[in-house]
């Protein structure tokens, strides 16, 4: 659960980095998304949760 907390918190600071330091280029980002089509955003959203899995298990593996 340590773990699980802390990388809710480091999803956070990123977030706020982007949010934060390019208030722009997060509002340029969140129009992007509303044109992309469903399925990419789906295909984009398996990658990033494959590639999560990936670095925690070379992390903690």
């Known amino acids: 659960m340590?773990?699980?907390l802390a990388a809710i918190g480091l999803v956070l600071v990123i977030e706020?980095?982007?949010y934060g330091g390019f208030p722009a280029l997060?509002?340029?980002?969140?129009?992007e998304?509303?044109?992309l089509p469903e399925n990419a955003l789906r295909?984009?959203?398996l990658v990033a949760v494959a590639a999560g899995v990936f670095i925690v298990w070379?992390?903690?593996g």
């Open 58 to 60: 070379l992390v903690r």
């Open 26 to 31: 997060a509002k340029k980002m969140a129009t």
């Open 33 to 35: 998304v509303l044109t």
């Open 43 to 45: 295909i984009a959203g």
């Open 2 to 4: 340590h773990d699980f």
């Open 16 to 18: 706020g980095v982007v």
